[in-house]
C-alpha cells in the first residue's frame, strides 16, 4: 500500500448494513429486557391538577408507572437548567413527558399509556416568535429567573420569554447608514425542520452495581454520559454510555433524548428497559431545527458597496433553552463574512415558546442565516441595477478579513478561487435561461467543529492495527472510512487491517461527538499525534529484531525495513509479537483539541459561542424551472464548490456533499414543520412532512477544493456539515429570477412560486 | 384473537403463532428475530421495513403477518448466497459508496432486487420511480441510483 489517504477506499461498515447484520440501537436487546413508553401531555400549556396511574398499573404486564414523584427534584439542560425530566405542574409543550410505563412487552407498555389519566387545566399557548415577544405576553416560565447557567457557563442576558439575547454592536453603524446611496430593507421567515433520521430514536439501560449502563446509537456518547449524570444528580462516572451503528441523527442526537428515562426506569424496576419512540413521537419531541424570522437592512453605494448593516434575528427555542442560547452567536459570524460589510450591527434573540424544544440540526442556524443573507444580497444587487454575481465579487471578503467577533481569516481569499471553479463549471451567463427559469447563487463560510478528541492505537500481534476511539460513526463514513485511513497511514497498512471501536464511555477517552464535522479533522489528528508514538515504539522493536540501530530502519509496506535494503526486513506482525515479551505491548495514545482562535470579547454581549474554528469555504449555484401552472420548481442542475482542506476519501466528501444537498432542497421545498394557532405542529406523520424522495433530487455536481490547513490531519477539515448552509438561499435566488417576484420564506411552497410570479405580472 | 400459519422465509418454512392483527414486520423482526428489515415509521411511509412477498416488495410493517400464509417472502437476510457472497445490488452498493448509516439500505436493496427481476436494464427515471417508496436521509440518492446503473450493467 503507498497510501489509502486521498483515495476513495470503500467503507468496511457497508458489507454488515448491506446484508442486513449491522445492530442499530433499535436492534440491541439485553436479556431479560422489559420495555417502557412515556405518557406525553396532550397540551402545549397547563396546569396539572393530577395524575391517576392506577388503571394502567393494574393493566396485565405492566411494572411500573412512574412520574415526577419517582424522579430526582432537578432541572438540568445544556446550557440553562431549565428542564425537569417529568412535568409536575405545568406542562410547557405538547409531547412533554409527564410519566413512563415499564411492562413486559411494548405493546403491553404502550397499551397501558392511555389508561394513565392525567388532569390538566389548559391555558392558552404562547404558539409563535410574535406571540412570545408581544408586551405583555404571558411567560413560558414564570419562574424563569429561577433558573441558572449550567456549572461553568458565565450568565448572559436574559428577561422573561427571551431566554438568551446577543448583541453586537461596534458604534457607528446608523452614521454609515446615513450615507448610503440605498438603504434596502427585508423580512425572512424560516419554518422549522425535522431531522427525520431514518432510525427513529430509543435507549436500553441496565442498573447493576450502583452504575447505570445505556446502550444507544448516539452521536454524542460522552453528552449523554454527563446530561444524564446531571438529569439524575449523580456523578458520571457512574454512567457507562456504550453505541451501537446509528441510523443517521444530523444534530437530533447530540442533545440527551431517551436516554436519562431508561436509565432511571431500570434502576426503579432493577431489569434492563428499553425505551423506542414510534415515529409520531419522535416528530412531535424532536429537538428540529428552529423556525426564526430575521430582519435585515443595509445600505448600498451605486458603485456596489455595501456600507452598512443591521441583522436581527429570533430564533424559537421553543419550551426550554436547549442550545439555541449558544445559536444565536452563530448571526455574529455570517452577517459580516463572505461579503465585507464595514458596519455591521447584530441583535439575535433566543425566545421561549410553547412549543416542543428545538435543537441542533445540520447547519446550525446557518441554513437560514445565509437564506436571509443571500436572499438580501440579490435585493441589493438588484436595486442598483448591478449583476447578481459580479455585485458579489466586488464585495467578497479576502484574506485577512476581520469578522465581526475580530476573528482574522487568513486564509479568506481563497473564496476567489471557489467562485472562479463555480464559473468554470457552470458559467454564470449560460445558467437559468429560458422561459420560467433561473439561477441563483449562494456562498458561505462554515466552522469545523472544535470539540476534543483522543485515540489509542495498538498493534496487534498479528499485524492489525487497533483504533480505540469513542468517536461515532453517524453514517458519515468519518471514522468509517477518514479515521480508518489515516489510521493505516500510519503504519503504512491496508485500511483492511484497521479495527476501530465503536464508543464506549469506560474504555476510551473523550469524544466530542459526531458534531459540525469534527471527527475527521479532530480524531483524525489524535490519531496522527498516536501514530507519532506508536511508530517511535516499532521503529525500536523492528530494529532490535533487525539487528539495527533505530535509525537505520523505517516503515513501510507493512513491514519494518532496513533503510536502503529492503529485503532485510520483517513483519509488523512479527515485530509486535516479539516486542510483546521485550517490552510489553505496542500501544500509543493521542490527543488533540482545536486551540481557540484569537477574538476580541469586546465586540459583543452574550456570545456564548465566541469563535468560528477551522472555517471552511463554499460556493454552490442552483438552476431551477417553475412551472406557472402549478407553481412546483424542478431543480435543473446544482453545482457546489467546497473548500476542504484535504479529502482523505474523496467519493465520501461527495456523499456528504450530495445529502447535504439533498436536505437543503428538502428545507428549500418541502420540509416544514408548521405550529398552528393552538400550538400544535400541523405535520404529525412521515407522510404529512415531506421528506425528499429520489425524484426530487438532481445529481448534484461537487468540485473539491484542496487547500491544506496546518492543523489537520494530511491538512483535511471538517467537510460533511456545511453542504446544507447555503441550498436554501441558491434555489431562492434562482426561484426569485425565475419569477421575478419575492421569495421570503422557507419552505418556499407552490403558493409562493405562484404569488411571485403574479406580484410580477402586477409590477 | 390469535393466528397460527405457516409461510416461507428465506427458503425454510415457518410456523407462527401471533396475534391476528399483527404485521409481517413485527412477526420478522421479534418473532424471527430477522432483524434486517428495518422499522423506520411503521406507517407505510419510509420504505425501511421492504420485504417481498411472491417477489414483489411491500412495505411490511403494515403488512399484516396472516396475509402471508402460504406465501414466499424474502428478507435481506436470505440475498446472499450459501457462501456468503453479496448479490450484485449489494456488492455495488458496498463499491460505489451507496451506504452511509444504512439503516434505509435493506429497503432499498430489496425494492432494486424487485425491479431487476422484472426489468434487468432500468432506465435512471425507472430507478428513481421504483424508489418513490424508500426514503434515504443520508445520500442524496445518487449513488444508489449509480449503483443499480453499475450492477445491471455488469449482469448484462
Ligand atoms: S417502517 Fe414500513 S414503511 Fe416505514
Ligand atoms: S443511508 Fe442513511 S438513510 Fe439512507
Redesign the pocket.
Known sequence: MSGSVGKSVPRLDAEPKVRGEAVYGVDFELTGTLYAALVLSPVPSGRIIGIDTSAAAAQAGVRAVVTAEDAPDLRSGLALDDEPLFASDTVHYEGEPIAAVVADSLKAARRAVSDVIVNIEESPPVASLEAALTEGAPLVHENWETFAPVPGLPEWPRQGNVVGEMTADPGGVDEAFAGADHIVEDVFVADRQYQAYLEPKSATAIYEEDRYTIHVSHQYPWNVRSRTARALGVNPSRIRVIGHHMGGGFGARLDVGLEPYAALLARLVRAPVKLVFD?SEDLLTCNSRENAIIRIRSGVMNDGRIVAREFLCDMDCGAYATDTVFLISIPIFLAGSVYEVPSTRVVARAVYTNTTPTGAFRGVSGTYLNFALERHTDNLANTIAMDRREFRIRNLMDDGHRMLNGQILTDAGIMRTAFAEVEAVAPWADMGKGPNRGVGMAATLWLTNPAPGQVTLKLDVDGTLGVITGASEIGTGAVAMGVRQIAADELGIDPRDVIVTMPDTDVQGHDGGAQGSRTTHIVGRAVREAGTGLREQVVRAGARLLGELPDDVEIGDGHVSVKGEWNRRVTLAEVATQALYDVGPLVASGSYATPTPKYDPDTAVGLLFPTFPTPTYHVHIAEVEVDPDTGLVTVLRYVVVQEVGKAITPEGVIGQIQGGVAQGIGYALYEGLQIGEDGRYRQRT?EAYRVPIALDVPRVEAVLLEHPDEEGPHGAKGAAEPPIVPVAAAIGNAIADATGGAINRIPITPEDVLDALAENRED | MSAEFSMTVNGRTVTVDVAADETL?HVLRDELLLTGA?????????????VLVDGKPV????YPAPAAAGRTVSTIEGLVGSDGSLTPIQRAFVDGFAVQCGFCTP?FVMTLTALIEENSKPTERDIREALS?N?CRCTGYSTIIDAVLTATEERS
Open positions: 415515529r412521515l | 414486520l428495518k422499522e423506520g415509521c411503521d406507517e407505510g411511509e419510509c420504505g425501511a421495513c421492504t412495505d411490511s410493517c403494515i429497503g417508496g426514503l
